[in-house]
């Protein structure tokens, strides 16, 4: 079996991968804020240990708020340090299905007057049939939707799909300046361009 054809057997599995890490991926900012709540919570009570006689004075209020800021400051500190640094997104939900970006697929944009013509190239898939699924971006040039999960930033292809074809070219006809295109490799047990999911996309390219 190829590489291809256990990543299709796979898929599925992603979904419900993709939960469990998303839910994981909130629990560092939750350690971290109880932390935080702890070590303040056990220096009061060490202060109340070592001085539990001593006669209460009088803070200056200027004092404690600068200690309240401060302490404030803390959580918000090592939460915004948990958080991942943005990166390009390495799987996408297309048909609500979390589907790997592939950057071995190599998508060519050329001009040919008005039109715009897609050829590719991809890793080999073994004895599967393949055949691909040609996305284009809308005006504004966006490809995805992301949206941010207390941390988790989960990203959906936000493009118009253009066709399917089993060649690895496409002629697009005459699209509007600035769009992206994608293009996602595609196979099925039946071999049915009309059904089946899309295994594996590319990263978006520019139309020059």
């Known amino acids: 079996m190829s590489a291809f054809e256990q ?3 796979v898929q599925q599995h992603d979904i419900h991968a993709a939960q469990l890490s998303h839910r994981r991926a909130v629990l560092p900012e939750r350690t971290a ?3 935080a709540e702890a070590e303040v919570s056990t220096l009061g009570a060490r202060l109340t240990a070592r001085w539990p006689n001593r006669k209460a004075r009088s803070l200056d209020r200027r004092l404690v708020w600068s200690l ?9 500190a090592i939460v915004a340090l948990a958080r991942p640094i943005d990166t390009p997104a390495r799987a996408i939900v297309l048909g609500e299905i979390l589907t790997p ?6 998508v060519a944009v050329r001009a040919n007057g008005e039109a715009r013509e897609l050829s590719w190239t991809h890793p080999g898939t073994g004895p599967s049939d393949v055949f691909y699924r040609v ?5 504004d040039g966006a490809d995805l939707d992301c949206a941010d999960h207390e941390g988790a930033s989960e990203c ?14 496409w002629r697009d006809g005459s699209p509007p300046p600035g769009v992206r295109y994608r ?14 999911d899309v295994a594996t996309i590319s990263e978006p390219v520019e139309s020059p």
Do not use: C, F, K, W
């Open 68 to 76: 309240a800021a401060g302490l404030a400051v803390v959580p918000l």
């Open 183 to 196: 293009v996602g490799v595609a196979a099925n047990s039946r071999n049915d361009e009309n059904a089946g």
């Open 101 to 106: 970006v592939d950057d071995q697929i190599d």
């Open 156 to 169: 959906r292809l936000d493009m118009v799909l253009l066709g399917t074809t089993r060649e690895p070219r």
């Open 33 to 35: 804020l109880h932390e």
């Open 135 to 139: 996305y284009r971006s809308d005006l």
């Open 7 to 9: 990543l299709l057997v």
